[in-house]
Nanobody, 126 residues
């Protein structure tokens, strides 16, 4: 059974950077679509970035050009490099994975992920 553990969150000033890590055990992440999903207070979950097993990526418009998702197969870990952070990026960030196939990124929703980490808090101060 796939287990996911996030780390790397914290408090950072506007314009700063953080790198989130999602370490997996139980199965190889390259066999899954892995996503970073965030949830801010009083807001719905939002898919931030997705990475397919064959290396295709997708980003929400709000983070394009600032966030980068990547995977280290040897460490079985997915990363989210977050640069030029803004107060509106403040949220709990979850790593999630699904073994299902999706024909397009637009059809993938947070509810489609079956495995979730515990989340890591990212707070960006203004």
């Amino acid at each position: 059974q796939l287990q996911l553990v996030e780390s790397g969150g914290g408090l950072v000033q506007t314009g700063g950077s953080l790198r989130l890590s999602c370490a997996a055990s139980g199965s190889a992440l390259r066999s899954y679509i892995v996503g970073w999903v965030r949830q801010a207070p009083r807001k719905e979950r939002e898919g931030v970035s997705y990475l397919s097993g064959d290396g295709r990526t997708n980003y929400a418009d709000s983070v394009k050009g600032r966030f980068t998702i990547s995977r280290d197969n040897a460490k079985n870990t997915v990363y989210l490099q977050m640069n030029n952070l803004k107060p509106e990026d403040t949220a709990v960030y979850y790593c999630a994975a699904t073994g299902s196939y999706f024909s397009s990124w637009s059809s993938l929703r947070p509810d489609d992920f079956g495995s979730w980490g515990q989340g890591t808090q990212v707070t960006v101060s203004s």
